[in-house]
């Protein structure tokens, strides 16, 4: 018989009596037999710690299906923020109606040319979300230039010229004091080339060196900028202007390569001239880079429009990441073989998935003036996957887009232009009837909503939905000075309706996924420690229980050897 150690056994033939000493923490491993009685103390521990252990066991397993369903939440709440992503790059911010950062209010200028065989050789053209949708008739008659002086030659770059004085640069126009520049008798032209080149952030001119041939050199003095000519004026010493040959004895450049011209352009019939290539304040919100003239009698067409590139892209994005979306929920509802739940489904049955796919299902059904997602070629397969039906969504975006637009994004109008929104909330009424009572000078009094007072805060010329109430994170602006009535109406669409119906749940702060997995997450390190203790009380008894089964299998042993010694002694034979 042994628990823990090496087996110590008496053999009553030919042995005197002897006694066994068990180790200080022994480990079961045999049995103890002595005729018909037998003891398994291996077996008797393990069950034992079995039992014990039971409570553990369950515990454990109770932390792994945690551990398991917070990692299928994380796994929903990253694939619901995706949709959120894509769909907030087709309904912009709550502010959207006046940052313009929706979709719908991107811009792309589209290019004709009259005359003109490549018009981006011509003209870039960009504008900036919000723009005024329409076309334009450009020419572009002269494109701006910057001035272009040379100095007169010299045998080569790196002979010292022997000049010794200063003098100063800037452009005619800039701002601030011209900038002085020293040259020493040691400087070749490359180092005065590279003293006005240090010097060139603060001229806003530069300078090069060119090589005309093996026997002569120049310098070259180039504006940075055109429409601006340079001015140079000597400050002491040598003119060095006069010593290059930069400046004629009269005054002036004596030798200019290229002279300063403004850009001169004609817009819808109307002449102007910038100092510019680049021209941005002629249309609001319309950038025009010249780079050649159209030529007689041409012109470049400019349509300034809705960036339907953009939309498209932005329709395909949400179609994908919902599928995403869509096929994950699919995997947690899957029945195995024998009606048991899938192994992958862990989420099985949970409120939050089933209540998510409830809000994403109504959103997609949304209609707006009986038009729906099928206007956009959207479709659901068997799978209630979305599928795209190219030549539908192309055909809506060239033909309705004012109705794409309408189905999918936020729509706002009121019935005075002194009251508008400014940010929406999550939920949105349908209509809003609001009475603002003034002191005669623009200074609101008080603000009635549908009749109701304590809606709104007034907060100066903004109305802000009070905490608590249906209005919450609405803001309206009012610019007017005397009594208001302004009746507002909203429509949200698929997007928008879905971005607030996924947020609930995506929010990494406050959705209702990130709540769950916090208190899981507190769940679980709670049931750990629990788990530790009572493995740690499992182990204590495990080492109480093999002592406690040592001492008797020492006594049997010892009561073994006394017993064979007195039959040997009494001759008493098995």
């Known amino acids: 018989m042994n628990v823990g150690g090496t087996a110590s056994t008496a053999n009553t033939a030919t042995q005197s009596p002897a006694k066994t000493t068990p180790q200080s923490v022994p480990q079961p491993s045999s049995k103890s037999a002595n005729g018909s009685d037998s003891v398994d103390w291996n077996s008797l521990v393990e069950a034992s710690v079995v039992q014990k252990k039971a409570p553990a066991v369950r515990l454990d397993l109770k932390i792994k299906e945690n551990t398991t369903e917070i990692k299928a939440y994380q796994k929903m709440q990253g694939l619901m923020q995706n949709l959120a992503s894509s ?5 912009g911010s709550d502010s959207s109606l006046t940052r313009n950062d929706d979709i719908f209010s991107k811009r792309q200028a589209y290019l004709t040319g009259r005359g003109v065989t490549n018009p981006q050789s011509n003209v870039v053209v960009t504008a900036t979300n919000g723009a005024d949708v329409r076309t334009y008739d450009l020419k572009i008659l002269k494109v701006a230039t910057a001035q272009k002086v040379a100095s007169q030659s010299f045998p080569d770059s790196k002979t010292d010229l022997n000049l010794e004085g200063s003098f100063s640069l800037k452009l005619d126009g800039a701002a601030g004091a011209a900038t002085t520049i020293d040259i020493k008798k040691d400087m070749p032209l490359a180092e005065i080339a590279e003293a006005i080149n240090a010097k060139k952030a603060g001229t806003g001119v530069s300078a090069a060196v060119v090589k005309v041939s093996e026997t002569e050199s120049k310098l070259i003095l180039n504006a940075d900028k055109t429409g601006k000519n340079i001015l140079m004026t000597p400050v002491a010493g040598a003119n060095i202007g006069q010593s290059l040959g930069l400046v004629a004895p009269g005054g002036g450049f004596a030798n200019q390569l290229q002279a300063a011209t403004d850009a001169l352009v004609e817009l819808d019939g109307v002449q102007a001239s910038r100092d510019s290539n680049v021209i941005d304040d002629l249309v609001k919100g319309v950038t025009f880079s010249l780079y050649k003239e159209t030529g007689a009698g041409n012109s470049v067409s400019v349509e300034v429009a809705q960036s339907l590139n953009d939309i498209n892209t932005a ?4 179609v994908d990441s919902y599928n995403a979306y869509r096929t994950f929920a699919i995997s947690q509802q899957q029945v195995a073989t024998g009606g048991q739940v899938s192994a992958d489904a862990a989420l099985f049955g949970e409120s939050i998935l089933r209540n998510a796919n409830t809000g ?7 209609t707006i003036n009986t038009e729906s997602m099928a206007l956009l070629g959207l479709s659901y397969d068997p799978n209630n996957m ?17 109705d794409v637009e309408k189905i999918l994004g936020f729509q706002a109008s009121s019935s005075s232009a002194d009251v508008g929104l400014l940010t929406r909330g999550a939920n949105m009424p349908a209509s809003l009837s609001l009475d603002i009572k003034t002191d005669g000078n ?18 100066g010329q903004r109305i802000v939905g009070a905490e608590g109430t249906a209005y919450a994170g609405m803001t309206l602006v009012f610019t007017g000075k005397t009594d208001t009535t302004a009746n507002l109406s909203f429509s949200s669409g698929i997007a928008e309706r879905l971005y607030q119906s996924v947020t609930q749940y995506s929010d990494p702060q406050n959705g209702l996924i990130q709540k769950v997995v916090t208190e899981m997450t507190a769940d679980n390190e709670g049931h750990t420690k629990r788990y530790n203790r009572m493995m740690s009380d499992v182990n204590q008894f495990r080492t109480r229980l ?4 040592s001492e008797y299998q020492k006594e049997i042993v010892r009561a073994e050897s006394d017993l064979n010694y007195l039959k040997a002694i ?4 098995d």
């Open 442 to 459: 623009g200074k609101i009094t008080s603000v009635l909503a549908d009749g109701k007072a304590d809606q709104f805060v007034v907060s």
């Open 570 to 573: 009494l001759g008493i034979k």
């Open 87 to 91: 769909l907030k790059s087709i309904r």
């Open 315 to 318: 329709i395909k994005g949400l």
């Open 386 to 402: 979305l599928q795209i039906d190219a030549t539908k969504l192309n055909d809506a975006l060239i033909n309705r887009l004012p």
């Open 360 to 366: 994403i299902a109504g959103a997609l059904s949304t």
């Open 546 to 549: 093999i002592k406690l089964f």
